[in-house]
């Protein structure tokens, strides 16, 4: 299925519009991540939301799966008043698209009893924010072999504690995980369990 990033997904109130124009090829990346990796997953989750535009680019690539998204519209991020959450449910209201307004670090699991079959992570910014995401979508990931998590801003020039947390737990975790970097406009991290 061809990708298509169109200025109608953008949220109007979304200050970072001005990068439109890198946005079709780096949420092109992450929709051919996933289609790559895992074209027929049933089940997505993605720490993050904010205006909807990743989960766009996943829904494009599997249409008719469930999706779960979790954030709290992080004022640092331009949010705190709804704006991007309400954008976002319209925006994928032609999905099976749930938001879920929690903070991630908050949490333990994402949902009791629902296992994943990729996750989106781009919530907490900071190195143990990062790490403790990573540690409840690899327990929510489902056991299916083409399971995976696709991390968020890895090489992010203004977001150095990213890398930092995801290579600490890359190396924790060593035994459990692989990964591989993917070039993208802030770079990706595509994990799978061994």
């Not at 779960?68 to 991020?77: Q, R, S, T, V, W």
């Amino acid at each position: 299925m061809e990708f298509k990033f169109e200025n109608k997904v953008l949220c109007p109130l979304d200050p970072s519009t001005e990068l439109f124009q890198h946005y079709p090829a780096y949420y092109g990346v992450k929709n051919e991540i996933l289609q790559t990796n895992f074209p027929d997953a049933k089940i997505i989750g993605e720490i993050g939301v904010r205006a909807g535009y990743s989960a766009w680019a996943f829904l494009q690539a599997c249409p008719g799966a469930e999706f779960h998204g979790f954030d709290m519209e992080d004022p640092a991020y331009g949010g705190s008043d709804g704006k991007f959450s309400k954008w976002a449910i319209d925006l994928l209201k032609d999905y099976n698209f749930n938001y879920h307004k929690i903070n991630s670090q908050e949490v333990d699991t994402l949902m009791e009893g629902k296992e994943f079959d990729f996750i989106h992570v781009d919530g907490d910014h900071t190195k143990g924010g990062v790490m403790h995401d990573l540690d409840i979508c690899l327990k929510a990931l489902s056991p299916n072999p083409k399971a995976f998590l696709l991390i968020d801003d890895y090489s992010h020039p203004q977001l150095p504690a990213v890398k930092e947390g995801v290579d600490e737990w890359l190396e924790n975790n060593k035994d459990k995980v692989v990964y591989e970097y993917k070039p993208s406009l802030r770079g990706e991290i595509v994990i799978h369990r061994k």
